[in-house]
């Protein structure tokens, strides 16, 4: 199969490719903008694969996308303005991605005959919930720029199956961590802060809640999904293991070596969603099942940022 995968410089994207290298023979297109949480460093290992290629272009951009995406089976579509801080400083290059790239990208796909389009969303769209868990069919009450945009851009997705007949499916997932992950998220940034020796700022009470799943358990279930998905339907992807901000920094400190002195805190962020909780049920019963433990998984992230400083320190020193 040849697979054209936008924003696949950035973090999940960048570990997709990876995975699939390793785990099929398809054929593989890189679209991205290269923004800056798009990182050649992230891809420069697969780009050695003969069966990947990079093309250098804004999904904004409809002839890049037409020249590019020409002669692909399918799309899986990660590329996103993702951080809700920035969203809340710049909500128009939120809304110009998520929602008009989209749209561009589902446009495309349609004229050229695509024969699967998997959008990756986020569980965010829902809103906060304080008890239970959010299914598929909940009403989407998003609450910040970023999560907005997210919602417009599944909804432009959808429309696509109903009005051009567009074989799209939808995941929403739960925080993910990894490596390649851009240091402004809270697991890279915190960890890199404390290898630095630095303080880390712990939003308000700490008690938000979120949801944590390693970056290749999702995109195991993001690809199972996209060759087993009802076109047309929506896919939650979670790990149900919940920790609040609080419970989580604690845990990097003791991996980092550090203590509670180094946590700061710091006003709490607007409109913080307290907490995120998503039913997976539907993805279970196309047989996807976690792998990995989230403790293992944690400490050999931070193992990862502590063995690849020439990754990330250019990255944080070029965001001062």
């Known amino acids: 199969m040849k697979l054209f ?67 692909h089976d399918a ?8 951080h809700v801080d ?5 909500p ?7 929602c008009f790239g989209t749209n561009v990208l589902c446009d495309v796909a349609r004229q050229v005959g695509v024969e699967k389009f998997l959008h990756i969303s986020t569980d965010e769209v829902y809103g906060s919930i304080d008890v239970g868990s959010f299914s598929e069919t909940d009403r989407l009450t998003p609450r910040s720029p970023y999560s907005a945009a997210k919602a417009g851009s599944d909804l432009i997705a959808l429309s696509y199956v109903t009005t051009h007949g567009l074989p799209v499916v939808v995941t929403r997932c739960s925080n993910n961590f990894g490596p390649y992950q851009y240091p402004e998220k809270v ?9 630095d020796g630095h303080k880390v700022p712990l939003y308000g009470d700490g008690g938000n809640v979120r949801d944590w799943i390693h970056v290749e358990d999702h995109n195991r279930a993001a690809h199972l999904v996209l060759k087993d998905g009802i076109v047309g ?43 995120y909780s ?23 992230t931070v193992a990862w940022y502590r063995d690849n400083r020439a990754w990330w320190e250019p990255l944080k020193a070029a965001n001062k």
């Open 278 to 300: 998503v039913n997976i049920d539907k993805v279970s019963a196309l047989g996807w099942r976690m792998e990995r433990t989230f403790e293992q998984s944690l400490a050999e």
């Open 187 to 195: 697991i890279p940034l915190f960890t890199t802060n404390l290898l």
């Open 75 to 82: 799309v899986v579509h990660f590329a996103a303005e993702t």
């Open 86 to 90: 920035r969203s809340i400083s710049d």
């Open 233 to 275: 339907e929506v896919y939650n992807i979670g790990a149900h293991h919940e920790l609040t901000n609080r419970e989580l920094t604690y845990k990097l400190i003791e991996l980092c070596g550090r203590d509670e002195s180094f946590i700061e805190p710091v006003a709490d962020r607007l409109g913080h969603d307290r907490r």
């Open 92 to 98: 128009y290059s939120f809304v110009r991605t998520n």
């Open 5 to 71: 995968v936008t924003g696949a410089a950035g973090f999940i994207g960048s570990n997709y490719v990876r995975w699939l290298l390793a785990n099929s023979d398809d054929e593989i297109t890189i679209f991205d903008a290269l923004t800056y949480a798009g990182n050649m460093a992230s891809i420069r290992d697969v780009l050695d694969d003969r069966r990947c290629r990079f093309i250098h272009a804004d999904i904004c951009d409809q002839d890049a996308v037409l020249s590019g995406m020409q002669g």
